[in-house]
């Protein structure tokens, strides 16, 4: 069912909070920009209005057939023009500033959020209600933040001021008659709120669509090779297809709901222009100027029809500011959304112990006492009161049938999953590494791939050791089509290396660490029997005890304990 967003309390609620991430602890910068934007902008409306008045001095002196007036004005509307152009650039460049200092704020916080204590996995696996986290870090805090930006560059925080200064110009050349008319117009506009809700709420709306069809082409992209093989195009071409179709739509029915938000918006503003010439006319037409001579009367309906032109101005740009406001209630609702689940999951505490060197236990790397091992949502275990001690030295091989839970015992000692009974100690993380499966390769060097490390420094020794290390793990060659150890190739590494390869580059970078305990979940699944021979013997000499998951019969010999799982929840610990 599709959540239903408007433009509400609610929103206001947390576009404010938003505020608190753009100005808070080292973003404090940002407010200073901010406030140098308002200061710029009241120098442009000031400046401005310098500018409106010239058509009323260029009436007067041509009026009045003086020359010598004529040149000072034209001087003086020359300086004023330069000044406003100016002004008017150097205020679009500070706003578009402001809003990238904005966005890095709000990415910044949110990132640090989601990759700490693995939220991000929670999000994936756990919450059906927070779709596509990826775009609404990325997609929808750049719409909040561009949309608002030009709001702010549209004067959106002195337009209270300049609306009242012209009314009350606008008061002083047409009576009361003047600000009253342009008000009673913008009474009006207020229409504008039917349309703003299902605006805002349709906006939401495709943004998921969006991100799911984005989301289905990075797919394909990351799973280009399967695809090719399986010889499975047409059906995801079909698929795609269904999914552009799914945006599309969304996209006509935001625009057949912005329809008539346009229609009211662009009415207003062209009744507006309309009414400032009506309400000059009365005082005109009713002898109350009758006193004033040609030059004089021109620039009094100059200067009058200009202040009540930009009092409509002013009130259209509260009405135009709607159809903005409406599409950036969405995006805010979304990226809200995923800063209050990020918040709660930061409340969670972590269900894993780490034990410290006194303790009584201190000699095993890992204890688990009577854990039941259950899938997220479920109520069956897949593995009943589990008891194992994981000892230095001391290497443990788990096997078993497909589904019986062998990669979930990795997802409950690394946090990944819940532990609902029993205990499970283990020593600190940081002396833990763990293998998945699907091994995650980001970009970079190939010095990072190992180090895991941004920007690592060089060190002679250190390389004279990745060398050697990537000669254990048969990857010598991989240094020469990089072109180096510090040349990033600019590669999707996974897409780039073989399974073979990406599993020995991680071994490179386990041997690396040489941590006290190690997690393989079939490490070798795609590497030669000989050569795990070598690999297992490797972590042996640097002293890494490994616990394994793996069905081939021939890594039985590196370990010393066998754990075997039944398909029925049993389990069985003996020694090899």
Known sequence: MEKKYSF???????????????????????????????????????????????????????????????????LKSTAIILGIAIIKSLKRFIARRLLVRWRRAVCTHIQEIYLQRLHFYKLSVFNEEIDNPD??????????????????????????????????????????????????????????????????????????????????????VENSESLAFQGTVETELQKTRKSLDTVCSAQENLFNWTLPLDISTNIYSYLSAICSYLVVSVPIFSGYYDDLDNGDLGQMISNTSFYCMNLGWQLTQFVAMSSLVANMAGSTHRVAELLETLTEYCDTPSIVTDHSEDDDDSK?????????????????????????????????????????????????????????????????QEDVFHFPQRQYLSEGTLREQIKQTVKPEEDLKETERILSLMKTTQLTGMITRCGGLDKDPGWNWSQILSPGEAQRLVWTRLLYQKPRLAFLDEATSAISESHQEILYKACTEYGITVV???????????????????????WTLLRL
């Not at 940002?30 to 442009?44: D, E």
């Not at 000892?391 to 979930?408: D, Y």
């Open 135 to 220: 775009q609404r870090i990325t997609a929808d805090v750049n719409s909040i933040v561009t949309i608002y930006g030009g709001l702010v560059a549209d004067d959106l925080f002195i337009l209270p001021i300049l609306t009242g200064f012209y009314a009350f110009k606008a008061y002083q050349g047409a009576g009361w008659l003047g600000p009253t008319g342009m008000f009673g117009l913008f009474l009006f506009s207020f229409l504008n709120k039917i349309w703003m809700t299902p605006v805002a709420s349709r906006t939401a709306q495709l943004d998921k669509k969006e991100g799911n069809f984005r989301f289905k082409h990075l797919n394909i």
């Open 8 to 74: 509400d309390f609610l929103f206001l609620k947390r576009f404010i909070q938003l505020h608190k991430i753009f100005y808070a602890g080292q973003n404090w910068p940002n407010l200073i920009v901010f406030l140098l934007s308002l200061a710029v902008s009241g120098l442009y409306a000031y400046i401005g209005n310098k500018a409106g008045l010239i058509a009323g001095d260029f009436y007067k002196v041509l009026l009045d057939r003086d020359k010598d007036s004529f040149k000072s004005v034209c």
């Open 548 to 570: 394994s998951i793996g069905h081939r019969e021939s890594i039985r010999p590196f370990h010393k304990n066998i754990l075997t799982l039944e398909s029925n929840g049993g």
């Open 364 to 428: 095993h790397l890992l204890s688990m006492k009577g854990v039941d091992i259950l899938t997220p949502k479920s109520d069956v275990p897949l593995i009943k009161g589990l008891n194992m001690t994981i000892e230095s030295g001391s290497n443990l091989l788990i096997m078993g049938p497909s589904g019986a839970g062998k990669t979930s015992i990795f997802r409950v000692i690394c946090s990944l999953w819940p532990r609902i009974s029993g205990t499970l100690e283990q020593i600190s």
